[in-house]
């Protein structure tokens, strides 16, 4: 089971841009596919994004396309959502998980390992 830690949460203004980082143990990191969810009060956790193995495919939410990029640097165990022009909207606690296979997926019941979360709020 890979440990996961999300930092690069905060406050911004709408408009502005974020980039959450997700550090991951151990030695296989390129052979799990990552995600990003977020939930926001009172509401179910949704997929943002997710990126395979390689790092050469990514998925993304409707909602975020054109917005967010996320990208991996599997040197680092590391995976990113660089986020832009942040709406009100994306307030919501951002969580990182892993697959324990290589290929993406937006459904969240398929991946094996989650972050504690980091907080994003964009005010208007």
Do not use: H
Request: proline content about 2%.
């Amino acid at each position: 089971q890979v440990q996961l830690e999300e930092s690069g949460g905060g406050l911004v203004q709408a408009g502005g841009s974020l980039t959450l980082s997700c550090a991951a143990s151990g030695r296989t990191f390129s052979s799990y596919a990552m995600g990003w969810f977020r939930q926001a009060p009172g509401s179910e956790r949704e997929f943002v994004a997710s990126i395979t193995g390689t790092g050469g495919t990514t998925l993304y939410a409707d909602s975020v396309k054109g917005r967010f990029t996320i990208s991996r640097d599997n040197a680092k165990n590391t995976v990113y959502l660089r986020m832009n022009s942040l709406k009100p909207e994306d307030t919501a606690v951002y969580y990182c998980a892993a697959r324990n296979v290589p290929y993406y997926s937006s459904r969240s019941t398929l991946y094996n390992s989650w972050g504690q979360g980091t907080q994003v709020t964009v005010s208007s």
